[in-house]
């Protein structure tokens, strides 16, 4: 391996990991401590994209029709979304956020955003500076 290859490496290994860690520090600031990220991830969902079918659902978060209906259960039972008969096509069933469902959603990002600002409070305009051009590389980075 030549020199450019190995630092390409360890630069791709660090910035995993420190993704990972900060992912994994964001997600822990929530509204409901019992919810899971993929539950989360189902009520942000809804509240990005709007109502959705079980089947659209489980396409966007890439798991199965079943593990998708499981959570979708879980979370109607504590009352974040509902299931609704489509008016058009009665074969076809909506969910959609409840008022509590948005509640978590906005909650729980408020929490993340605040936990963010402080962390990012800590650091030099110079260091602040560096993770906004970072944003804008890891997001280009992500959309390839």
């Known amino acids: 391996m030549s020199a450019t290859t ?3 490496t360890s630069t791709a290994a660090d910035l995993r990991m420190a993704t990972f860690r900060l992912a994994r520090r964001l997600r822990a600031q929530r509204a409901v401590d019992t919810m899971s990220d993929g539950q989360f991830a189902v009520l942000a969902a809804l509240k990005v994209h709007g ?3 079980l089947g659209e659902l489980a396409e966007r978060e890439r798991v199965t029709a079943p593990s998708m209906n499981r959570t979708v259960n879980c979370l109607e039972e504590a009352g974040y979304l509902t299931r609704t008969t489509d008016a058009d ?3 076809k069933v909506n969910i959609e956020l409840t008022p509590e469902g948005l509640a978590v ?3 729980t990002v408020r929490r ?6 402080q962390a990012l409070a800590a650091l030099s305009d110079a260091e602040r500076a560096a993770l906004a051009e970072a944003a804008v590389i890891m ?3 992500a959309d390839a």
């Not at 993340?112 to 600002?117: C, K, P, V």
């Open 89 to 91: 096509d009665r074969r």
């Open 112 to 117: 993340r955003d605040a936990w963010l600002e």
């Open 51 to 53: 109502i959705h079918t």
């Open 139 to 141: 997001r280009k980075v």
């Open 6 to 8: 190995d630092l390409q």
């Open 105 to 107: 959603v906005k909650e």
